[in-house]
Antibody, heavy 115, light 112 residues
Framework: EVQLAESGGGLVQPGGSLRLSCAAS????????MNWVRQAPGEGLVWVSR????????SYADSVKGRFTISRDNATNTLYLQMNSLTAEDTAVYYC????????WGQGTLVTVSS | DVVMTQSPLSLPVTLGQPASISCRSS???????????LNWFQQRPGQSPRRLIY???NRDSGVPDRFSGSGSGTDFTLKISRVEADDVGFYYC?????????FGQGTKLEIK
């Protein structure tokens, strides 16, 4: 069974940092592109970032470019999102999502940016 | 960037009746490889999104055949042949042909 388990969310002050993790199981992790997609409270879905299966290439939405860094560890089947310089607009549930067509989603982790 | 526009944004439907959601893109979604990377997602209340349809009309594993996708170019449709109570929630189209990937605003399906 495919499982994507996000963790690391929580309350952080504006300007602060947070690192999200996503532990993957039930898939051959190293063969898949991986994504982060977020959903602000009561809002729709927004793609945030993607990383190639071998980590050789990364992409970001303009809204997070220069502040967020996606990475992965294929030895431990873990995806990461380092988030710096957080603002209230980054408040959202962050989903770890498998493959370029977003074929499988984790349960999400809530990030709240507030003073 | 490609803009995805869904309609309607709210869809009240009687149980057992059909439902249809439209999704239009600001550019053709036909990729250079000939494929059209248009997907549909369902998000039930309190749950994570789930992909229903990929590449316009291919149902994901476990998706009831009441759900079907169609369309081409810039116009796409998700149809539910007979709405059940379990179908309540939001539906999103998403294009993965052009960079960056983009979602529609979402359509809220509710039971009348």
């Amino acid at each position: 069974e495919v499982q994507l388990a996000e963790s690391g969310g929580g309350l952080v002050q504006p300007g602060g940092s947070l690192r999200l993790s996503c532990a993957a199981s039930g898939i051959t992790f190293k063969t898949y592109y991986m994504n982060w997609v977020r959903q602000a409270p009561g809002e729709g879905l927004v793609w945030v970032s993607r990383i190639k299966n071998d980590g050789s290439g990364t992409s970001y939405a303009d809204s997070v470019k220069g502040r967020f860094t996606i990475s992965r560890d294929n030895a431990t089947n873990t995806l990461y999102l380092q988030m710096n310089s957080l603002t209230a607009e980054d408040t959202a549930v962050y989903y770890c999502v498998r493959d370029a067509s977003l074929g499988y989603w984790g349960q999400g982790t809530l990030v709240t940016v507030s003073s | 960037d490609v803009v995805m526009t869904q309609s309607p944004l709210s869809l009240p439907v009687t149980l057992g009746q059909p439902a249809s959601i439209s999704c239009r893109s600001s550019q053709s979604l036909v990729y250079s490889d000939g494929n059209t990377y248009l997907n549909w997602f369902q998000q039930r209340p309190g749950q994570s999104p789930r992909r229903l349809i990929y590449k316009v009309s291919n149902r994901d594993s476990g998706v009831p055949d009441r759900f079907s996708g169609s369309g081409s170019g810039t116009d796409f449709t998700l149809k539910i042949s007979r709405v059940e109570a379990d179908d309540v929630g939001f539906y999103y189209c998403m294009q993965a042909t052009h960079w960056p990937p983009a979602f529609g605003q979402g359509t809220k399906l509710e039971i009348k």
